[in-house]
């Protein structure tokens, strides 16, 4: 397994579908169901109650042998990314699963983390907040981007 | 008080808590001045651009630049060359792994903004922060009484943040590229050093901060690999592919739950 699995968390909410996944470190990233309105994406969720401990598909949940569990396939979408197409694993209607079947290929290249940086650094999935600060650090934004800045908005508040 | 004024191609936003005259802030933004016409590659006339056309000996440069230039083979050494300001010059040999071109612009501002608070403190300031165009130094305390709140900017969505971290005298330094598809090329290599979207290095000076994040942006992926033999320095990178790498004491700045 990869050590660093794309995080399409963002993405797939913003396609409308429903996301949980596995990182490397064994920490489920999930996301709500979703609508056009979805809200940022949030790292650290709690995995679905009852999803099994492992994405093998040999480990069977413990509560249920009847369970129905079944996987879709998503439509080959074209975003800005490039090709993004995703299977669904469900255990009853409940998503246990999702696996990237395409990726973008410089996406898929750009997740790989050497072995030797990968333990000695902390992983964690990228978040969206809006939170209150003073002040914001960011790549160099020129003159006329800096008119759409969020440093922008700050400073027309400050300036008194 | 607050002043903002566009700097370098860039806006500078000064936040000075304590009363002062307004004249400080005159004094600060004409040293702005100054190292802009000492080191702007975009004039013909600035020592810098004299001196690397031969132009300009070396014993006649401004101290500053002398500084300058001392303070960037420092960081030359201290990133294993992946921090080169003459890789925009023509060189005859190419240099060792992960050499890649860098706009030494950041260096420069890096060092004017630590050397503007310098100033300021002199003044008898002790609460504030400067901002240029995304580097930021702080000093002392925000109105709350504790120290500066800072977002590090969402590489794709403008007005929201991925971290906060809280500094009181420090520096937070982000180099990036927030267009996907817009890459940087290693004219070593003719490769584009890619998957990387941001890095944010939080420290005590922003010139070395500012080299540090430069230096990593432009190794890509690669730039993690350095940056786990650094336990000293203080880093969060954003990849291509939304993943965010911390170095293990970046937690200690950080004020959002994560």
């Known amino acids: 397994m990869r050590r660093a699995v794309p995080t399409l968390v963002a993405t797939l909410a913003g396609l409308g579908l429903l996301a949980g996944f596995r990182t490397s470190t064994g920490q489920a990233v999930a996301a709500g169901p979703t609508s056009a309105t979805v809200?940022?994406?949030?790292?650290?969720?709690?995995?679905?109650?009852?999803?099994?401990?492992?994405?093998?598909?040999?480990?069977?949940?413990?509560?249920?042998?009847?369970?129905?569990?079944?996987?879709?396939?998503?439509?080959?979408?074209?975003?800005?990314?490039?090709?993004?197409?995703?299977?669904?694993?469900?255990?009853?209607?409940?998503?246990?699963?999702?696996?990237?079947?395409?990726?973008?290929?410089?996406?898929?290249?750009?997740?790989?983390?050497?072995?030797?940086?990968?333990?000695?650094?902390?992983?964690?999935?990228?978040?969206?907040?809006?939170?209150?600060?003073?002040?914001?650090?960011?790549?160099?934004?020129?003159?006329?981007s800096y008119q759409q800045s969020l440093q922008s908005a700050l400073d027309k508040a400050g300036v008194r | 008080m607050r002043r903002v004024e566009l700097v370098w191609g860039s806006a500078i936003s000064i936040e000075l808590r304590d009363p002062a005259d307004v004249s400080v802030l005159d004094e600060v933004f004409e040293w702005f001045d100054l190292v802009d016409r000492l080191f702007s590659t975009w004039r013909e006339d600035s020592e810098i651009t004299r001196f690397a056309n031969g132009q300009l000996e070396f014993d006649a440069l401004d101290d500053n630049v002398v500084t300058v230039l001392e303070l960037a083979e420092i960081l030359r050494i201290d990133t294993n060359g992946a921090f080169d300001i003459r890789a925009t010059a023509a060189l005859p040999e190419p240099h060792g792994p992960g050499w890649c071109a860098i706009d030494p612009s950041g260096l420069v501002k890096g060092w004017a903004v630590e050397r503007a608070a310098a100033m300021l403190e002199r003044f008898g300031a002790v609460d504030f922060w400067i901002d240029a165009g995304g580097d930021v130094v702080t000093r002392g305390t925000a109105p709350t009484g504790k120290s500066w709140r800072i977002g590090i900017q969402h590489p794709w969505q403008r007005d929201v943040v991925a971290a906060i971290v809280s500094v009181g005298n420090g520096a937070v330094a982000t180099s990036g590229r927030y267009e996907r598809g817009e890459h940087v090329i290693c004219p070593r290599t003719g490769e584009p050093s890619r998957g990387l979207a941001s890095v944010t290095v939080v420290g005590d000076d922003l010139a070395r901060a500012d080299a540090y994040a430069t230096a990593v942006m432009a190794l890509g992926v690669d730039g993690l690999d350095w940056l786990a033999n650094r336990d000293d320095i203080d880093a969060m990178v954003i990849t291509d592919d939304e993943v965010v790498w911390t170095t293990p004491h970046f937690a200690r700045w950080r004020v959002d739950s994560h």
């Open chain 1, 39 to 144: 809200p940022p994406p949030t790292a650290g969720a709690t995995p679905p109650a009852g999803a099994p401990p492992s994405e093998s598909s040999s480990t069977a949940p413990s509560t249920t042998a009847a369970g129905a569990r079944r996987t879709v396939d998503g439509s080959d979408i074209t975003n800005r990314y490039g090709d993004v197409q995703v299977r669904v694993t469900l255990q009853d209607s409940k998503i246990i699963d999702v696996q990237a079947l395409a990726l973008p290929n410089d996406r898929e290249r750009s997740a790989e983390i050497s072995d030797y940086a990968g333990p000695r650094l902390r992983q964690e999935a990228l978040r969206a907040q809006s939170a209150n600060i003073d002040l914001l650090s960011g790549a160099t934004y020129t003159s006329e």
